[in-house]
């Protein structure tokens, strides 16, 4: 089983269109959450931390239910330039804090 | 300020040679870690150093190693190569050991032939 995992996708939404990716976590122990952003050939861009309680940036929301080690994010209003690969990452644990372990990532195509 | 910078951006290797790749953190940052992306893949941790010591290993095999250096810029090496090391080489730094905020590099492309 992989230690974080996601539906890869390819997402094709229209632009305005709401679209939420999901992603599950096998390390219990994992403290800290978060979403990057991978444009085609580029780096991983952090795009937001996950919270317990729920967190909001502007058009996208990040929930975090450690119960069932799951994940989402939700882009609502999606832009021709929300067009990238999403990654769910989680931290390897408190043995392992430094560490980044990556989903497969979620590719979403926004059309005209 | 200069972000994460990785050197060379592109490279082409022929299996069995040995390559080193380099990293400088962002002024200031004290950890590195590296990473190996495979196309269709997310990034495989694979070092991470904070004050020049080791402080983290994923599972890869012992023809990788790296190293820190004083200023707090990094080498990773690879020896003997092969085809499924062709890959993207992210560095990323941070402030810290523990991961609150990661800045990566843009990378640098490895291709064996």
């Known amino acids: 089983r992989k230690e974080v995992e996601q539906d890869p996708g390819p997402f094709n939404v229209p632009e305005g269109a709401t679209v939420a990716f999901n992603c599950t976590y096998s390390?219990?122990?994992?403290?800290?959450f978060f979403w990057y952003r991978q444009d085609c050939r580029k780096e991983p861009k952090l795009l937001m931390s996950?919270?317990?309680s729920g967190n909001e940036d502007g058009r996208f929301t990040a929930q975090l239910n450690r119960a069932s080690q799951y994940i989402s994010l939700l882009i609502r209003d999606s832009k021709l330039s929300d067009s990238a690969t999403y990654l769910c990452v989680v931290n390897g644990g408190s043995s392992n804090t430094g560490k980044l372990i990556f989903g497969q990532g979620t590719t979403l195509q926004v059309k005209p | 300020d200069a972000g994460v910078t990785q050197s060379p951006t592109h490279l082409i290797k022929t299996r069995g040679q040995h390559v080193t790749l380099r990293c400088s953190p962002i002024?200031?940052?004290?950890?590195v870690s590296w990473y190996q992306q495979v196309l269709g893949q997310g990034p495989q941790f694979i070092f991470q150093y904070y004050e020049k010591e080791e402080r983290g290993r994923g599972n890869f095999p012992d023809r990788f190693s790296a190293r820190q250096f004083p200023n707090y810029s990094s080498e990773l090496n690879v020896n003997a190569l092969l085809l499924g090391d062709s890959a993207l080489y992210l560095c990323?730094?941070?402030?810290?050991?523990?991961?609150?905020?990661?800045?990566f590099g843009s990378g640098t492309r490895l291709t064996v032939v």
């Open positions: 390390n219990s122990a994992s403290q800290s």
């Open positions: 002024s200031g940052h004290k950890s």
């Open positions: 990323a730094s941070s402030l810290a050991y523990e991961n609150y905020g990661y800045t």
């Open positions: 996950v919270y317990s």
